[in-house]
């Protein structure tokens, strides 16, 4: 019963419209977020980003911050279509009149956008990150699981040099 309530059953997965952000980042450096949310949706993106950035080692604060993170909160969407796929086969025999149809793929999913930009001094660095689970499941639950590897990409961003 576990696998059914467990966010991390939901596969997901993510990509960026460039190559990413690469940050060599110290411990110690501070942040801010700005977060914005156009579509009203509710989210604990923003503070579970936080816990995730000061477990990297970085600190909150509002004076004068190292990396000032700008973040829009797209949309949250669910997706689903059919697509005739046709029998190759079918042109050269037709065994089975019921497939003289062809198949259907059929596929349903969730997907979640946002934009992220962060200043670090005169350095700007920007990208989009569009995160979607591999099928349909509990709203809620596929919700969680996108937002979490939005986290992990965006703090994935970070990198420290010991």
């Known amino acids: ?84 796929v046709t029998i190759s086969a079918r042109f050269f025999y037709d065994f089975d009149p019921l497939e003289s149809d062809g198949e259907w793929f059929i596929e349903n999913y969730y997907s979640m956008q946002l934009n992220i930009q962060i200043i670090q001094e005169n350095t700007i660095q920007k990208t989009s990150l569009i995160a979607r689970t591999a099928y349909l499941g509990d709203k809620k639950r596929c919700q969680i699981s996108l937002e979490n590897k939005i986290i992990n990409q965006i703090t994935s961003f970070f990198y420290f040099k010991s």
């Open 1 to 84: 019963m576990s696998a059914c309530v467990n966010s991390t059953f939901i596969k997901s997965t993510i990509q960026t419209n460039n190559e990413g952000i690469f940050i060599q980042a110290k411990q110690n450096e501070s942040f801010e977020i700005f977060f914005q949310n156009p579509s009203k949706i509710e989210s604990n993106l923003e503070q579970e980003l936080i816990s995730s950035l000061e477990n990297l080692g970085l600190k909150q604060t509002s004076e004068n911050p190292t990396y000032k993170i700008y973040i829009n909160l797209v949309d949250m969407k669910k997706h689903s279509y059919a697509q005739r």
